[in-house]
T-cell receptor
Framework: DAGVIQSPRHEVTEMGQEVTLRCKPI?????LFWYRQTMMRGLELLIY????????DSGMPEDRFSAKMPNASFSTLKIQPSEPRDSAVYFC????????????FGQGTRLTVV | AQSVAQPEDQVNVAEGNPLTVKCTYS??????LFWYVQYPNRGLQFLLK??????LVKGSYGFEAEFNKSQTSFHLKKPSALVSDSALYFC??????????????FGTGTLLAVQP
């Protein structure tokens, strides 16, 4: 398996624009997580899915953020409208059974909002 | 609030010397504990985990960690550091009971710098 695949690797956009980040989890993993990493706040869990269903979105910072998982092999994280403070590295991770098994992380998307 | 603390932003050690990266947790229930490593411009990679059983767990690249319930600690250790171990290290814990155990709480990370 190629691992968790995220696209794009880098994204630079202007404030107010819509941004869509994409993730392909490892096949057979029932759980998918979206994290945000910043210097100030470290690694934060935004939302996670189980079998394509959002389970906990309490980490989503505000209504400008939304995430979907239309099928087992694809998820998106959308920011609309984007703001400079959204600049961060966004990671997607998947796991077969979290809690007692490790999560596998993608290489991340570095988002810069100017 | 549930949390994981890594008290040191950076740890410096000479190559060949033992290293310790500290982690303490404040989580309800019996958490599962993890260490991950992040190299520049990469995602996090799993190193090792404690679920139950022996308090000393061994992981990848010669790393090990000791679970201490009384001190609520899970320090990462390696007997002899390599320059290639230089990276950002994250401690993580599952969060609480039931469905919450699906969530990982991460510490803020510790930058390990190994000098030749």
């Amino acid at each position: 398996d190629a691992g968790v695949i995220q696209s794009p690797r880098h994204e630079v956009t202007e404030m107010g624009q819509e941004v869509t980040l994409r993730c392909k989890p490892i096949s057979g993993h029932d759980y998918l997580f979206w994290y945000r990493q910043t210097m100030m706040r470290g690694l934060e869990l935004l939302i996670y899915f189980n079998n394509n269903v959002p389970i906990d979105d309490s980490g989503m910072p505000e209504d400008r953020f939304s995430a979907k998982m239309p099928n087992a092999s694809f998820s998106t994280l959308k920011i609309q409208p984007s703001e400079p403070r959204d600049s961060a590295v966004y990671f997607c991770a998947s796991s077969p059974l979290p809690g007692n098994t490790e999560a596998f992380f993608g290489q991340g998307t570095r988002l810069t909002v100017v | 609030a549930q949390s994981v603390a890594q008290p040191e932003d950076q740890v410096n050690v000479a190559e060949g010397n033992p290293l310790t990266v500290k982690c303490t947790y404040s989580v309800s229930g019996n958490p599962y504990l993890f260490w991950y490593v992040q190299y520049p411009n990469r995602g996090l990679q799993f190193l090792l985990k404690y679920i139950t059983g022996d308090n000393l767990v061994k992981g990848s690249y010669g790393f090990e960690a000791e679970f201490n319930k009384s001190q609520t600690s899970f320090h990462l250790k390696k007997p002899s550091a390599l320059v290639s171990d230089s990276a950002l290290y994250f401690c993580a814990s599952t969060a609480g009971y039931g469905g919450a155990t699906n969530k990982l709480i991460f510490g803020t990370g510790t930058l390990l710098a190994v000098q030749p």
